[in-house]
C-alpha cells in the first residue's frame, strides 16, 4: 500500500498540488457565491453568481475561522456575506449601523445617530417602489413593497449596536431576513464583501445567461 501511494503521489503530485492550492484559495482568499431569493433586490437578482474577497477584513487560516490579521474594517453600505450561526446559513446582506451606531425605523424609515436618510424615488412598479438611498457617504438602491404588503419589520429599534458587532438589512426591505429578525452580526461571522456580479442566470426563463449583468459592479 505504502509503495502505491508513493508511486501515486510521484504521478499525480502536480495535479493534487494544484487541486490544493485552488481549494485553499477558495477558503481563505476569494470565492463566489450565489444568490437565491429576492432579499437583496434590486441590487442582486435570484441566480446572480457575486465575487466574494475574502481578503477585505481579515486574513484567515484557510478552512478555519481564525484570523491572523486585520486588513480592513467593514463600512457602512458594504454588501458582505454573512455565516450566520443565528439563521444557520449564510446571508448576503448590507452593512447599515456600525458598532456603537443607534439604528432606528419608523415605516421603512431609516435614521441612525439622529440622521434621517434622504431618499429619491427611481421607479414605481408592480413589486413596489424602488428608491436610492442617502445614508452619510453611501448610497444604494433598495425596494419597498406596496402599502399592502408585509408590515412587521416596517419598524424598528432604537437600538445601539453592540461592540464588534453590526447591523444588517436586505435592500428589499419588505422581504429581508436580516439584523431585524437574527439581531446584530458578530464581526468575526462577516466571510468577505462583495463589490461584483461575475455572471447570472435567470431561473424564471430556463437558466438563460443574464447578459447585462456579466461582471457588473455593485453599489
Given at each position: ?7 501515486f503521489?510521484r ?6 498540488l ?17 444568490i ?11 441566480g ?10 481579515d ?21 458582505v ?6 439563521a ?29 436618510a434622504?431618499?429619491e424615488v ?28 408585509n ?11 453592540p ?5 444588517v ?12 429578525l ?14 461584483s456580479?461575475v455572471?447570472?442566470l435567470?431561473s424564471?426563463h430556463?437558466?438563460r ?11
Amino acid at each position: 500500500m505504502k509503495r502505491y501511494l508513493l508511486a501515486f503521489w510521484r504521478e499525480n503530485r502536480k495535479f493534487l498540488l494544484i487541486l490544493v492550492s485552488i481549494v485553499c484559495f477558495k477558503s481563505a482568499i476569494a470565492d463566489l457565491n450565489s444568490i437565491s431569493g429576492r432579499s437583496m433586490q434590486p441590487t442582486l437578482l435570484d441566480g446572480d453568481k457575486v465575487w466574494v474577497n475574502k481578503l477585505a477584513y481579515d486574513m484567515k487560516i484557510p478552512f478555519t475561522d481564525i484570523s491572523l490579521f486585520t486588513t480592513g474594517e467593514p463600512g457602512r453600505g458594504d454588501i458582505v456575506i454573512i455565516d450566520s450561526s443565528a439563521a444557520g446559513k449564510r446571508l448576503v446582506k448590507r452593512i447599515i449601523g456600525l458598532p456603537g451606531d443607534t439604528v432606528y425605523m419608523r415605516n421603512n424609515v431609516l435614521m441612525v445617530n439622529d440622521a434621517i436618510a434622504d431618499y429619491e424615488v427611481v421607479t414605481e412598479g408592480r413589486d413596489g417602489v424602488t428608491i436610492i438611498e442617502h445614508l452619510f457617504e453611501s448610497s444604494y438602491q433598495a425596494l419597498l413593497s406596496p402599502a399592502r404588503g408585509n408590515r412587521s419589520t416596517r419598524s424598528y429599534g432604537p437600538a445601539q449596536v453592540p461592540d464588534g458587532h453590526f447591523f444588517v438589512l436586505g435592500d428589499n426591505r419588505d422581504n429581508s431576513a436580516d439584523s431585524r429578525l437574527y439581531s446584530f452580526i458578530p464581526r468575526e461571522q462577516i466571510v468577505g464583501r462583495s463589490s461584483s456580479v461575475v455572471f447570472s442566470l435567470d431561473s424564471e426563463h430556463s437558466f438563460r445567461p443574464r447578459s447585462g449583468r456579466f461582471l457588473a459592479e455593485l453599489e
